[in-house]
């Protein structure tokens, strides 16, 4: 392998972080899941309650991106490298088919996710460098509270917005996955602490997100 630079790691971890913010990422092979699902009539009021709710779901892609890229800087992961990084292009899509709906329902991404962005990294990078077991127990925690999240926002969503449901469907299904990869590649129980504190921070993400 060829030896890399830190301005090389840089350089890649900007064009990563760019990318992910400006919505050209690096995807996989699958459609979007709307591809068997025709567009329905919304009112005014629903639309917005969509957009809000699929904003929200775009910020976490970014931040489930920033967390995989924080990751993949400092971790070992010597066995699962491969498959992490399979689980980061499936959050691209992810981060896609919620971008590309939030442009049908004439709405826009939030403003805050170079923040998010910023956070997540961070953690990502702190979590693989305490060790891979850790940091893949992150994983799988997040993925435990997106899941959640995608059931109530399943909920809250128009009834007929099926657009919307056939993607928060697809998510929660490479969520399940994730999570399920990381814990057989020997990810960790986190410390309720650390789970109350990523619930608070969510928090704020969503409740912010969820109006800009
Ligand atoms: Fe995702
Ligand atoms: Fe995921």
Redesign the pocket.
């Given at each position: 392998m060829r030896h890399t630079s830190p301005l090389d790691q840089f350089i890649t971890q900007a064009d990563h972080a760019l990318r992910t913010i400006l919505g050209k990422p690096k995807i996989t092979e699958r459609n979007n899941p709307t591809i068997h699902t025709d567009d329905t009539d919304l009112t005014d009021e629903e639309r917005k309650l969509s957009a809000s709710l699929m904003r929200i779901n775009h910020s976490g892609e970014v931040s489930?991106q920033a967390l995989y890229q924080g990751q993949a800087l400092t971790a070992r992961l010597a066995n699962v490298r491969t498959s992490m990084e399979r689980?980061a292009m499936?959050?691209n899509d992810h981060l896609v088919w919620t971008q590309q709906r939030l442009e049908e329902l004439n709405s826009q991404k939030s403003i805050l996710n170079p923040v998010w962005y910023g956070a997540s990294f961070a953690i990502g990078a702190l979590a693989g460098a305490i060790g891979d077991k850790w940091s893949l127990g992150f994983v799988a925690e997040t993925?435990h509270q997106?899941i959640r999240h995608l059931d109530e926002h399943l909920n809250k969503l128009p009834t007929h917005d099926e657009r919307s449901k056939a993607i928060l469907r697809q998510m929660k299904e490479?969520?399940t996955h994730?999570a399920t990869i990381a814990l057989e590649s020997g990810g960790a129980e986190l410390p309720w602490p650390v789970k109350k504190l990523m619930t608070a921070m969510s928090k704020v993400m969503t409740t912010t997100t969820y109006y800009i």
């Open positions: 489930a689980a499936e959050e993925e997106v490479d969520e994730h």
